[in-house]
């Protein structure tokens, strides 16, 4: 009989390439993920790794049922999806990928509902960037996610994997109330490219957006500040110190020397998703969250 957890341990290790990284990924300790594998070559009667350095590299026996043990573990997960019926309540534990914004915008409302609805379900949610709430949704360590991506920054998604587009967000230009461009209306790129910037570092996909939009002038924009937090990039336009693109979702309150103003040519718009696994569609808890998502 296979240990379907030692096969998640396989596909971990495969994912990763070392028995630490697969272990950190499964919340497992190495000597776990170590033990669970040797069993699983036990049972096999085959040798599914061996070791090449400070990593590992399956075998061809190993490549095998990783390739089968993916196929083997979405429809045991579909077939316990199917099994509830419609109207079941959901149970269990469903683990949520959510991005900064969306933490503070859409989450607490989301888990109190479903709390009301589904007092058997628990909710646990981690904080992650949608690229990489979407590899970890793939790979089985979520089973959902909450995305985004800016129009014009592509985000893209395996075949595995559904979504659904529930609500559309924008992002102002927030300046010092001294500053001209707080009585405008609407600014353009070209409008602010000269400007002390601060941003999201290099590799967030706010940032890729950020630069999607001064593709079309002569030279990048001036980033004196890099911030993964929001609430710390209102700070310095606050003090005067910088402007910054905020989107609106989960921006709470600005400070009164804060003026939002709207961005045109391109305007930053960025919509927001639910995905989930294609095995998980027919789960109860699954279908629970897309009803009580907010709409758009």
Request: proline fraction near 7%; charged fraction near 25%; hydrophobic fraction near 45%.
């Amino acid at each position: 009989m296979i240990d379907l957890a030692a096969v998640d341990a396989l596909l971990a290790l495969a994912r990763t390439g070392t028995v630490h990284a697969a272990a950190a990924e499964l919340d497992y300790t190495p000597s776990a993920v170590s033990q669970q594998i040797k069993r699983l070559e036990r049972d096999l009667g085959a040798r599914l790794v061996d070791r090449q350095g400070r990593g590992v590299v399956l075998t061809a026996a190993g490549r095998r049922l990783v390739e089968e043990g993916a196929q083997l573990r979405a429809q045991v997960e579909q077939l316990r999806s199917r099994l509830h019926d419609a109207g079941a309540r959901p149970t269990g534990t469903l683990r949520l990928g959510v991005f900064s914004t969306a933490v503070r915008g859409i989450v607490p409302g989301l888990v109190t509902r479903a709390a009301v609805e589904a007092p058997d379900l628990r909710l646990t949610v981690t904080e992650v960037d949608p690229w990489d709430a979407v590899a970890a949704v793939t790979a089985g360590t979520l089973d959902l996610a909450i995305v985004h991506h800016w129009e014009g920054v592509t985000l893209t998604l395996p075949p595995s994997v559904r979504s659904v587009e529930f609500l559309r967000d924008t992002a102002d230009l927030l300046v010092h109330r001294d500053d001209p461009l707080a009585t405008r209306d609407a600014v353009s790129p070209a409008d602010v490219r000269d400007r002390v910037w601060s941003s999201t570092p290099d590799g967030t996909i706010c940032y890729e957006w950020f630069c999607h939009m001064f593709r079309g002038e002569p030279h990048p924009p001036r980033i004196d500040f890099w911030c993964l937090e929001f609430a710390s990039q209102i700070e310095l336009v606050a003090h005067g110190l910088a402007v910054a693109l905020v989107p609106k979702l989960g921006r709470g309150r600005l400070p009164d020397s804060v003026v939002a103003v709207p961005v045109r040519d391109p305007e930053p718009t960025r919509p927001v998703a639910l995905v989930w696994r294609a095995s998980m569609t027919d789960s109860p808890a699954v279908r629970l969250i897309r009803e009580l998502l907010p709409a758009s």
